[in-house]
């Protein structure tokens, strides 16, 4: 855990926008092109879930049922940096965010298949 860093986490009102970030903290972490990029959330009392992961050859995109049509992942490999672009926000969505990398390639829904894991950004809806 460290290598990479959230942002853009703070609170809003349900209906509102948010933009979060993940970047890598060194200028040694890789992301290859047979990795996955993933954001996964936890709210409190909750196991972690997925949120949405893109593969970062050819920027396919999963997202989790849940936030499918209001949530947009998107990467820019020239910076290493993947977005989460949150709209519509619902006190639901409430959690810590954290991006983690995926280097088994595959099954993009399962945690433990991550590294690398972010420290998180809080995101808070209010009604």
């Known amino acids: 855990q460290g290598q990479l860093v959230e942002s853009g986490g703070g609170l809003v009102q349900a209906g509102g926008s948010l933009s979060l970030a993940c970047t890598p903290s060194?200028?040694?972490?890789?992301?290859?092109?047979?990795?996955?990029m993933g954001w996964f959330r936890q709210a409190p009392g909750k196991e972690r879930e997925f949120v949405a992961g893109v593969t970062w050859r050819n920027n396919k995109k999963y997202y989790a049922d849940s936030v499918k049509g209001r949530f947009t992942i998107y990467r820019v490999a020239a910076e290493n940096t993947v977005y989460l672009q949150m709209n519509s926000l619902e006190p639901d969505d409430t959690a810590v965010y954290y991006c983690a990398r995926n280097t088994y390639g595959g099954m993009y829904y399962d945690k433990s298949k991550y590294d690398d894991w972010g420290q998180g950004t809080q995101v808070t809806v209010s009604s």
């Open positions: 060194t200028d040694t972490f890789v992301i290859l092109s047979s990795h996955l």
